[in-house]
């Protein structure tokens, strides 16, 4: 889905209305992430993470791979 999707600029995931997150979830944002950094002219930015989406960042050793 991200390589058929190309996008420039600043890109805001808003997570406020995710409790909890699977391992496929974790892959998904993984790959988004990914895919921006290959791309030149993109940044990212996670917003409104709960507490249990950055246990598993922290469990995963992966909160500095996401900012926010």
Known sequence: MFKETP???RVIIDLSD????DSAGLGSLM??????V???GVSMQFV???PR???LLKI???VD????
């Open 7 to 9: 996008f420039k600029g």
């Open 18 to 21: 995710v409790d909890r997150i």
């Open 31 to 36: 790959r988004l992430k990914l895919h921006a």
């Open 38 to 40: 290959k791309e030149e």
């Open 48 to 50: 409104q993470m709960g």
């Open 53 to 55: 989406v950055m246990q």
């Open 60 to 62: 995963a050793q992966l």
């Open 65 to 68: 791979w996401f900012p926010f």
